[in-house]
């Protein structure tokens, strides 16, 4: 099992950045592909950002494309979101994910609790 929290959120003005990490814990964590989901008030759970087991392969939603990067370090048992140019529209709770890579996304098996970001216009 592997168990995940969240931190780096905050309040931060259009066009400026915040980094998101992700501690686990378990001895499992580097045979996990790993991402980032957010979930915006009234909306559906959409993904963000994956990453392979290795950091080879990284899928990006288009929404976030060119603004975003996801890594990972599994020396360290964490996964970062580093997001820059945020928009008000970034708004949401992040979570983070360890799970299987299918279709260019992350299906997500462990979850974070979530850590909140806010981007004011």
């Known amino acids: 099992q592997v168990q995940l929290v969240e931190s780096g959120g905050g309040l931060v003005q259009a066009g400026g950045s915040l980094r998101l990490s992700c501690a686990a814990s378990g001895r499992t964590f580097s045979s996990y592909a790993m991402g980032w989901f957010r979930q915006a008030p009234g909306k559906e759970r959409e993904f963000v950002a994956a990453?392979?087991?290795?950091?080879?392969?990284?899928y990006y939603a288009d929404s976030v494309k060119g603004r975003f990067t996801i890594s990972r370090d599994n020396a360290k048992n964490s996964v970062y979101l580093r997001m820059n140019s945020l928009k008000p529209e970034d708004t949401a709770v992040y979570y983070c994910a360890a799970g299987d890579l299918y279709k260019q996304v992350l299906v997500g098996r462990h979850w974070g609790q979530g850590t909140q970001v806010t981007v004011s216009s």
């Open positions: 990453i392979s087991w290795s950091g080879g392969v990284k």
